[in-house]
């Protein structure tokens, strides 16, 4: 019962942080399709044609990715099962170091800028302002993400330890046995209360026998 209880819990702690990331992910798309919205508008009454945005679709594209991790971390946390648990840490591990080396990679280079192609929409130079100008809120949304992430990897971890609830399979199992036995029942209940045995009339048939014998003599 208490094993029980503490998967209960670490399965919701589980899906509390993986709600987190699934929360940017969706704020992530939400950005994403409104730059998308206001790119079109300025390229709507020109003839030219522009290069694709790649900072619009990379954003829209990792918003996507974000909300399909938090399903996948929902299915794994609900049913713990090992190898879920095992694909969905490895692809959190796997996104920290991305956003790992990518924020290094700002910090320590000083023409990091070079290493993105150029935007056509200029977003891309937008978003830097905006990070600019709100660092402190940025920065306290993106570690809130991180440690999210790691917390999902943390409790990940101790669900696959535990593993999934053995109890509630032995519970339906017994389930599953008691109707098995039920026809028995069902056979007696058939015959009525005056059914008798065969053995048992053959007894009081020779009971009855052997006392008129006795009158007779």
């Given at each position: 019962?208490?094993?029980?209880?503490?998967?209960s819990?670490?399965?919701?702690?589980?899906k509390?942080?993986n709600?987190?990331?699934?929360?940017?992910g969706?704020a992530?798309?939400?950005y994403?399709?409104?730059m998308?919205?206001?790119?079109?508008?300025e390229?709507?009454?020109?003839d030219?044609?522009?290069?694709?945005?790649?900072?619009?679709?990379?954003?829209?594209?990792?918003?996507?990715f974000?909300?399909l991790l938090?399903?996948s971390?929902?299915?794994a946390?609900?049913?713990a099962?090992?190898?879920?648990?095992?694909c969905?840490?490895?692809?959190?591990?796997?996104?920290?170091?991305?956003?790992?080396?990518?924020?290094m990679?700002?910090?320590?280079?000083?023409?990091?800028?070079?290493?993105?192609?150029?935007?056509?929409?200029?977003?891309?130079d937008?978003?830097?302002?905006?990070?600019?100008?709100?660092?402190?809120?940025c920065?306290?949304v993106?570690?809130s993400v991180?440690?999210?992430?790691?917390?999902?990897?943390?409790?990940?971890?101790?669900?696959?330890?535990?593993g999934p609830?053995?109890e509630?399979?032995?519970?339906?199992?017994?389930?599953?046995t008691?109707?098995?036995?039920?026809?028995l029942?069902?056979?007696?209940?058939?015959?009525?209360?005056?059914?008798?045995?065969p053995n048992?009339?053959?007894?009081?048939?020779?009971?009855?026998?052997?006392?008129?014998?006795?009158?007779?003599?």
């Amino acid at each position: 019962m208490a094993g029980r209880m503490v998967r209960s819990c670490v399965q919701t702690a589980l899906k509390a942080a993986n709600s987190v990331v699934g929360l940017a992910g969706m704020a992530v798309i939400l950005y994403a399709l409104w730059m998308l919205r206001a790119w079109y508008r300025e390229v709507a009454d020109l003839d030219q044609r522009f290069p694709v945005p790649w900072f619009i679709y990379t954003f829209l594209g990792l918003g996507i990715f974000m909300c399909l991790l938090t399903c996948s971390g929902h299915i794994a946390a609900e049913t713990a099962n090992g190898h879920c648990l095992s694909c969905y840490m490895i692809i959190v591990f796997v996104l920290i170091i991305l956003e790992g080396a990518i924020t290094m990679d700002v910090f320590l280079n000083t023409n990091w800028e070079e290493d993105f192609p150029p935007d056509p929409s200029g977003k891309f130079d937008e978003f830097k302002d905006f990070v600019r100008s709100n660092f402190e809120i940025c920065e306290c949304v993106g570690l809130s993400v991180v440690a999210a992430q790691v917390l999902s990897i943390i409790l990940g971890m101790v669900l696959r330890t535990l593993g999934p609830d053995r109890e509630a399979d032995y519970d339906s199992d017994d389930d599953t046995t008691v109707p098995a036995r039920l026809p028995l029942l069902r056979n007696q209940s058939q015959h009525g209360p005056d059914y008798a045995e065969p053995n048992t009339s053959r007894r009081s048939d020779s009971w009855k026998l052997r006392i008129l014998d006795k009158v007779n003599n």
